[in-house]
C-alpha cells in the first residue's frame, strides 16, 4: 500500500514537472538569442555572450522603440475608449432584464468567437472610402472589435453582482448625479474596471491580422516588427523585441495573478491573446 | 427616465459600434464575395467567387489541414487541461510558484510562442542539437521536419503549449467551485478513483470543457500568424490563403479572398450556436 502511494506520487511530481517544463520551455530560446551572438549548430549555448541584439533594439536605427510607443499608444486608446462604452453597456446588462436581451448578449459575444479575419476584410473596404486605412486611428478602431465585447462581458459580471440601491440613497440624501457616479459607483466597481482594462490593453496589445491589414503595413506596432524579424533570420534581435514584447503581460499577471484564480469572467479574455 | 430608455442610451454606444464594425464587415465582406458592391460599380451580383473556391483542389486542402488544426490542437489541449487542473487543485508544497508558471503564458501573444517553438524544434534549433549531442543525427536535415511540415506538427505544438492554460484556468475554477464533496460521496459508496472521476467529476465540468473548447477552436480555426510563420506553403492554411488572395496584385481574386472570410465566418457561425447552448444549459441545470 505504502509503495503504491509512492509510485503515485512520483508519478504525479514527474508529470507536473513536464508540464511545467513544456510551458516554459518555448520561451527560453528566446532569451538565450537575444544575448548570443552566432549562436550556430550544434552548439548548445552561444559560444559567445553579447549585449549586441540589445544594443541595437534601443537604438534609433532599428525602430524598436517607436514600435513601442506606437503599439503603447494603440493599446491605451483602444482600452480607454473601450471603459467609456463597455461600463455603461455593461451595466445595462449586469443590472436589468429587457427584451431583446439575449440578441444583444449574442452581438457582443459574437465578436469574441469570430476570427479577425473573417471580418477584417470588409472593413478594409469601409475604411477605404471613410479614409481610414494606413492610419493609425483606424487600427485603434478596429481593435475595438476584440476589446470592447471583452470589456463589456466583464462589467456585465461586475453590474449583476453590484446594488443600485446606494445610488438611489446618495441621491435622495442630496448628491448631484455626478456626485453619486464619483463617490458612490466608481468606488464600488473600480476594481472590475481595472481588471477588464488590463485585459483589454493585453488583447488589443497581442492583435496582429487586424493591424497588418487596416494598418497597411504602414502602421508597424510590435508583433508586426517581431515578425519582420523572424522571417528575415535576425534570431538575436527577435529575441530581444519578443522579452520586450511579452514585459506588460508578465506585469499584468503578477499584478493580477489572485483574480485569476477565482472564477472571474477576466479569463474568458486569454482567449484572443 | 424610463428603464427603457436608460437601457437603451446605456447600451447605444456599444451596439452602434459593434453594428458598424462587425456586421458591417461581415456584409461588405459577404457583398463583395458576391462581387457585388454598387459604390465602385459592380451592380450585378454572381457567385463566381464560390464557383471557383468550390471548384479548386487548393481549397480543399487548405480546409481539410486548418479543420484538421483546429481539431487535433483542440482536443489535445482540452485533455491536457483537464490532467493539469486535476494536478493542481490538489494542496502541494510550492503551490503558489506552480500556478504561476502555469499561468505565464497566458498572458505571452500567440506569435512570441509561434517564435519559440520555431527556435526549439526546427533542423537546427535546440532539441536538433540536443539530438546531435546525444548522436542521434549529424546534420540538421536529419532532424525529422516538425516546422513547415506537411502535418502541421508545429503549429499544432503551439496552440497546444498556449491553450493548456486557458482550457485549465477555466477548468481548475470550476473544480474549486464544486469541491470534493461529490466524489466523497461517490468514494464513500465504493467508486474506484477512476469511476468517480469519469461518472461524477466530469459529467459536472464537461460542460465548461466544452466551451472553453468551442472558444480554442475557432481561434485555432481563424488565426493567421502561427500558420504564416510555421505552416507550409502548399497548401496553407486557409487563413492564409485569404490573406495571400487579398493582397494579390490581381484585384480578380479579392471576391474569392471574401468568400474564405465568410467560409471562416460560418464556421464561428455554428460555434457560437454550439457555445450559446452549452452555456445557457449549465445555467438552467
Given at each position: 500500500?505504502?509503495?503504491?502511494t509512492?509510485t503515485?506520487r512520483s508519478?504525479r511530481?514527474l508529470?507536473g514537472?513536464?508540464?511545467i517544463?513544456w510551458?516554459?520551455v518555448p ?10 551572438r552566432?549562436?550556430r549548430?550544434?552548439?548548445?549555448l552561444p559560444q559567445e555572450w553579447t ?11 532599428s525602430?524598436v522603440l517607436?514600435s513601442l510607443?506606437?503599439?503603447i499608444?494603440v493599446a491605451l486608446a483602444?482600452t480607454a475608449?473601450?471603459?467609456l462604452?463597455?461600463?455603461p453597456?455593461?451595466?445595462?446588462l449586469?443590472?436589468y ?7 444583444v ?8 468567437i469570430?476570427?479577425?479575419?473573417a471580418?477584417?476584410l ?11 486605412t ?7 478602431l ?12 466583464v ?8 446594488d443600485p440601491?446606494y445610488?438611489?440613497?446618495?441621491r ?8 453619486t457616479?464619483w ?5 464600488a466597481?473600480?476594481p472590475?474596471v ?6 483589454a490593453?493585453l488583447v ?6 487586424l493591424t497588418?491589414?487596416i494598418g ?7 508583433p ?7 522571417t528575415?533570420?535576425?534570431?538575436d ?5 519578443a522579452?520586450?514584447?511579452i ?5 499584468i499577471?503578477i499584478?493580477?495573478?489572485?483574480q485569476?484564480?477565482g472564477?472571474?469572467?477576466?479569463v474568458?479574455?486569454?482567449g484572443?491573446? | ?10 447600451l447605444?454606444p ?12 461581415l456584409?461588405i465582406g459577404?457583398?463583395?464575395s458576391?462581387?457585388y458592391?454598387?459604390v465602385?460599380?459592380?451592380?450585378e451580383p454572381?457567385f463566381?467567387?464560390y ?12 480546409f481539410?489541414?486548418?479543420f ?5 490542437s ?11 487542473a ?8 510550492g503551490?503558489?510558484?506552480i500556478?504561476f508558471?502555469f499561468?505565464l503564458?497566458l498572458?505571452?501573444p500567440?506569435?512570441?510562442g509561434?517564435i519559440?517553438?520555431?527556435?526549439l524544434?526546427?533542423q537546427?534549433?535546440?532539441f536538433?542539437?540536443?539530438a546531435?549531442e ?11 521536419a516538425?516546422v513547415?511540415?506537411p502535418y502541421a506538427?508545429g503549429?499544432?505544438?503551439q496552440?497546444v503549449?498556449?491553450e ?9 475554477a470550476?473544480m474549486?467551485?464544486l469541491?470534493?464533496d ?5 468514494r ?6 477512476w469511476?468517480?472521476f ?7 465540468i ?7 473548447s468551442?472558444?480554442?477552436?475557432a481561434?485555432t480555426f481563424?488565426a493567421y500568424?502561427?500558420p504564416?510563420?510555421?505552416?507550409q506553403?502548399?497548401?496553407a ?13 490581381d484585384?480578380?481574386a479579392?471576391?474569392e479572398?471574401?468568400?474564405m ?6 464556421l ?14 449549465r445555467?438552467r441545470?
Amino acid at each position: 500500500m505504502d509503495r503504491d502511494t509512492a509510485t503515485i506520487r512520483s508519478i504525479r511530481f514527474l508529470s507536473g514537472a513536464l508540464l511545467i517544463f513544456w510551458l516554459v520551455v518555448p520561451l527560453v530560446p528566446l532569451g538565450i538569442w537575444s544575448f548570443a551572438r552566432g549562436w550556430r549548430f550544434p552548439d548548445l549555448l552561444p559560444q559567445e555572450w553579447t549585449l549586441q541584439a540589445w544594443a541595437y533594439a534601443f537604438s534609433d536605427v532599428s525602430g524598436v522603440l517607436q514600435s513601442l510607443w506606437l503599439t503603447i499608444w494603440v493599446a491605451l486608446a483602444a482600452t480607454a475608449l473601450s471603459i467609456l462604452v463597455g461600463v455603461p453597456a455593461g451595466r445595462a446588462l449586469g443590472l436589468y432584464k429587457f427584451r431583446g436581451k439575449e440578441i444583444v448578449e449574442l452581438l457582443i459575444l459574437a465578436p469574441v468567437i469570430v476570427p479577425g479575419i473573417a471580418v477584417v476584410l470588409g472593413i478594409h473596404t469601409i475604411f477605404i472610402t471613410l479614409g481610414l486605412t494606413n492610419s493609425v486611428w483606424g487600427v485603434i478602431l478596429v481593435h475595438l472589435i476584440p476589446t470592447l465585447p471583452y470589456m463589456t462581458l466583464v462589467m456585465a459580471g461586475i453590474f449583476a453582482n453590484y446594488d443600485p440601491a446606494y445610488e438611489l440613497q446618495a441621491r435622495s440624501l442630496g448628491a448631484s448625479p455626478l456626485k453619486t457616479f464619483w463617490l458612490v459607483t466608481l468606488p464600488a466597481i473600480l476594481p472590475g474596471v481595472i481588471v477588464g482594462a488590463l485585459f483589454a490593453f493585453l488583447v488589443s496589445w497581442s492583435q496582429y491580422i487586424l493591424t497588418l491589414i487596416i494598418g497597411g503595413g504602414r502602421v508597424v506596432t510590435l508583433p508586426l516588427l517581431l515578425f519582420n524579424f523572424a522571417t528575415s533570420g535576425r534570431n538575436d534581435i527577435t529575441g530581444a523585441i519578443a522579452m520586450i514584447y511579452i514585459l506588460p503581460g508578465i506585469v499584468i499577471l503578477i499584478l493580477t495573478a489572485r483574480q485569476l484564480s477565482g472564477q472571474s469572467g477576466a479569463v474568458g479574455g486569454f482567449g484572443r491573446v | 427616465m424610463s428603464d427603457r430608455m436608460k437601457i437603451f442610451l446605456l447600451l447605444a454606444p456599444a451596439l452602434g459600434i459593434i453594428t458598424v464594425l462587425f456586421l458591417g464587415g461581415l456584409a461588405i465582406g459577404l457583398m463583395r464575395s458576391f462581387n457585388y458592391m454598387p459604390v465602385i460599380g459592380l451592380t450585378e451580383p454572381n457567385f463566381n467567387a464560390y464557383v471557383s473556391l468550390f471548384s479548386s483542389r487548393e481549397f480543399y486542402l487548405s480546409f481539410a489541414l486548418t479543420f484538421h488544426i483546429a481539431f487535433t490542437s483542440t482536443v489535445i489541449s482540452a485533455v491536457i487541461a483537464v490532467a493539469a487542473a486535476l494536478l493542481l487543485r490538489r494542496s502541494f508544497a510550492g503551490r503558489g510558484v506552480i500556478n504561476f508558471l502555469f499561468q505565464l503564458n497566458l498572458t505571452v501573444p500567440h506569435l512570441v510562442g509561434a517564435i519559440g517553438i520555431l527556435y526549439l524544434f526546427s533542423q537546427s534549433g535546440s532539441f536538433a542539437r540536443l539530438a546531435h549531442e546525444f548522436g542521434m543525427i549529424s546534420r540538421p536535415s536529419e532532424f525529422p521536419a516538425l516546422v513547415f511540415d506537411p502535418y502541421a506538427i508545429g503549429i499544432i505544438l503551439q496552440y497546444v503549449w498556449k491553450e493548456i492554460p486557458f482550457i485549465g484556468v477555466i477548468v481548475l475554477a470550476q473544480m474549486q467551485a464544486l469541491g470534493q464533496d461529490y466524489e466523497s460521496v461517490a468514494r464513500s459508496l465504493g467508486a474506484s478513483k477512476w469511476q468517480s472521476f469519469r461518472h461524477v467529476l466530469l459529467p459536472l465540468i464537461f460542460p465548461g470543457v466544452l466551451s472553453a473548447s468551442v472558444i480554442v477552436f475557432a481561434f485555432t480555426f481563424g488565426a493567421y500568424e502561427i500558420p504564416a510563420l510555421l505552416g507550409q506553403n502548399y497548401p496553407a492554411a486557409l487563413p492564409v490563403l485569404a490573406y495571400r488572395q487579398y493582397t494579390d496584385v490581381d484585384l480578380a481574386a479579392r471576391p474569392e479572398a471574401m468568400a474564405m472570410a465568410i467560409v471562416i465566418a460560418i464556421l464561428a457561425g455554428v460555434m457560437i450556436w454550439a457555445y450559446t447552448r452549452l452555456t445557457r444549459r449549465r445555467i438552467r441545470s
